[in-house]
């Protein structure tokens, strides 16, 4: 196994030397979520994997979750769904739909959110189509002071559809809905496994600073999304076919480019609740 660590920061890296095809062993396995805790966006260079394969590899880091939108689901598997260029809003007005192109962390809008999100590069444009993603541990630590005490204790609203919102999100069904009430989280989390403090941020989906009249507290998380997606905390990932890069929603935020026009692009993803095997 290689690793090779990918932009600066130490944000980021890549395995090779890995047959994901066969079964990794134990050891390797281990070695696999060593590398993800160091690394907390890792991306796995695969030679092509089935589906099942997919599931299999995600199984090394903790257990997947069923998908909440039944319209993205994959018709054999209820814990992959598309991330696709064909995607429309089918309960709703049936316009196109690019799954997060905005800053964002997966599932912030649930009181359990998912700890990890894997996408595997099933169908990559010629051009564009990147994911970006932000450190929130190196945003966290280099607060200024000033802003940092505006924010310390204080906890957020995240639901599935703010009234801040910026991207685009599929209507639910009532049953949807039903599975997703508004959730309530703090702004600065500590890690439960690194003990590292992180930004908690969903410019997307946090509707309000909780205990904080709006007036003030928009201007304040507006202040504070740009802080954390400062150029120097950023990565970038350009896609080969068949990588799965699996991230830590829990010190990340992640961004689609939505710029590869009428291209073709097919991700799969997987988002991870429970724990890994032990
Ligand atoms: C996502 O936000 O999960 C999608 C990222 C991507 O499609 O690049």
Redesign the pocket.
């Given at each position: 196994m290689q690793l090779r660590p990918l932009g600066d920061g130490g944000l980021a890296a890549e395995i090779a030397g890995i047959d994901f095809a066969a079964p990794p062993a134990t050891e390797v396995a281990a070695d696999l979520r060593r590398a993800f805790a160091e690394h907390p966006v890792l991306c796995l260079r695969t030679d092509g994997l089935t589906p099942a394969g997919y599931l299999a590899v995600a199984r090394l880091f903790g257990e997947p979750n069923l998908q909440l939108l039944r319209s993205a689901r994959h018709p054999d598997h209820d814990e992959i769904s598309y991330?696709a260029s064909r995607l429309r809003d089918e309960l709703g007005d049936g316009r196109r739909v690019v799954?997060?192109a905005e800053w964002?962390t997966?599932d912030s809008y649930l009181q359990r959110p998912c700890w990890a999100?894997m996408?595997y590069a099933n169908i990559i444009p010629e051009s564009g189509?990147d994911?970006e993603f932000a450190d929130m541990y190196r945003a966290c630590a280099a607060l200024p002071a000033a802003l940092r005490q505006r924010i310390e204790g204080r906890r957020a609203a995240h639901t599935y559809l703010s009234r801040r919102n910026i991207n685009f999100v599929p209507k639910r069904s009532a049953e949807e809905e039903a599975e997703s009430p508004p959730a309530s989280h703090p702004l600065i989390c500590r890690h439960p496994d690194t003990g590292r403090e992180a930004l908690y941020l969903n410019p997307n989906r946090i509707e309000r600073i909780e205990g904080m009249p709006d007036e003030q507290g928009d201007p304040l998380l507006d202040e504070l999304f740009a802080f954390a997606v400062r150029p120097e905390f950023l990565y970038r990932h350009e896609w080969r076919p068949h990588d799965i890069v699996i991230w830590d929603n829990r010190c990340t935020m992640?961004?689609?480019?939505d710029d590869y026009g009428g291209q073709k692009r097919e991700?799969l993803?997987v988002l991870i609740d429970g724990p890994p095997p032990r």
């Open positions: 991330i799954p997060g964002h997966d999100t996408l189509g994911t992640h961004k689609a480019t991700m993803r």
